[in-house]
């Protein structure tokens, strides 16, 4: 089962997620990320270590909130698998790393 958590501490956010993400919740994700990024939430934080796949549109919703946040000069700090750790500050860089982690979805 998809699924995904916001935590707020204070100005930080984390998004955390387990299990695939698929086109269920990218609508949703979307949302929230804009409200976080709209927030002005520092640091946000997306944990996907526990997340074997994505597809597209996670990754879409993933690239706008990081271009949105590097346009206010922040970046999403990205939690993958086998602890790779990234900040991304913005869509194109997001994509690659998202790619290079989730070659299936690329």
């Given at each position: 089962?998809?699924?995904?958590?916001?935590?707020?501490?204070?100005?930080?956010a984390l998004v955390y997620a387990e299990g695939?993400?698929?086109?269920?919740?990218?609508?949703?994700?979307?949302?929230?990320?804009?409200?976080?990024?709209?927030?002005?939430?520092?640091?946000?934080?997306?944990?996907?270590?526990?997340?074997?796949?994505?597809?597209?549109?996670?990754?879409?919703?993933?690239?706008?909130?990081?271009?949105?946040?590097?346009?206010?000069?922040?970046?999403?700090?990205?939690?993958?698998?086998?602890?790779?750790?990234?900040?991304?500050?913005?869509?194109?860089?997001?994509?690659?790393?998202?790619?290079?982690?989730?070659?299936?979805?690329?």
């Amino acid at each position: 089962m998809s699924h995904f958590t916001v935590i707020r501490l204070g100005e930080a956010a984390l998004v955390y997620a387990e299990g695939p993400l698929d086109a269920t919740v990218a609508a949703s994700m979307h949302d929230a990320l804009a409200g976080i990024v709209e927030e002005r939430a520092t640091p946000i934080v997306i944990d996907l270590v526990r997340v074997p796949t994505v597809n597209d549109g996670i990754i879409t919703a993933l690239a706008a909130a990081a271009s949105r946040a590097a346009q206010q000069g922040r970046g999403l700090e990205l939690r993958l698998a086998a602890g790779q750790r990234f900040t991304v500050t913005g869509a194109a860089q997001l994509r690659q790393v998202m790619g290079r982690a989730y070659p299936t979805a690329a």
